[in-house]
């Protein structure tokens, strides 16, 4: 891949792919039958998608930086992973015995996951010549969200009326919120170390 320069790129390509998928889908969902919905997948579906498209490239991210015997398996291990992670997470949330919660859960961990996948491909950035650097972007990720509930809130308002919109609010804005405090928190503070690498499944300090 000529456009392949920077060792974060595949992740950047992954998200921008992940993002226009789950934006087209949750367009489905903005009709009065399934609004009640909306503004916990306006999120939700965006982060899931991005985390599970990552994690599916991201052997091939270690295949071109990492040198390692097992880096085939890491290639179709990613994969897999995420198409398991992503089968669990839509049997859970779809299950009529109020397992609903355990999708949270596996969205959470990917989340962790992701995290732990970008500082690993910053961290081999040929543009990244510190031994350590701290990012801080807690303020960016907060305003972020604020804005897309803000808008969100509006277009509702607007197409389906305010008592409709502030219903659909209270239905979902504690899941909202829940996801919001765990990607300001977990995604807030990166630490990078230069050719470091973190494992990305366990608290260990390598893979």
């Not at 991201?58 to 390692?68: C, K, P, S, T, V």
């Not at 979902?172 to 405090?181: A, S």
């Amino acid at each position: 891949m000529e456009q392949w320069n920077e060792s974060v790129d595949i992740l950047v390509y992954a998200a921008a792919s992940a993002l226009g998928f789950a934006c087209i889908e949750n367009a489905a969902y903005f009709s009065r039958v399934a609004i009640g919905l909306i503004v916990g997948r306006s999120l939700s579906a965006m982060v899931l998608h991005v985390c599970l498209t990552s994690l599916a490239v991201y052997g091939l991210f270690r295949r071109r930086y990492m040198r390692d015997s097992r880096v085939i398996l890491w290639v179709f291990g990613c994969f897999g992973a995420a198409v398991l992670a992503h089968g669990l997470y839509d049997f859970f949330i779809s299950s009529s015995a109020g397992l609903g919660v355990l999708s949270m859960f596996i969205l959470i961990y990917l989340v962790i996951v992701f995290r732990r996948m970008l500082e690993n491909a910053l961290g081999q950035s040929e543009f990244f010549a510190k031994s350590t650097l701290k990012i801080n972007l807690t303020l960016t990720l907060f305003y972020g969200i604020l804005s897309i509930l803000l808008m969100q809130f509006s277009i509702l308002a607007v197409q389906y009326g305010l008592d409709l919109s502030l219903r659909d609010f209270g239905l979902n804005i504690l899941q909202f919120y829940v996801l919001c405090f765990i990607l300001i928190v977990d995604l807030g503070n990166l630490t990078l170390v230069k050719n470091k690498w973190r494992s990305i499944f366990s608290r260990q300090g390598g893979d």
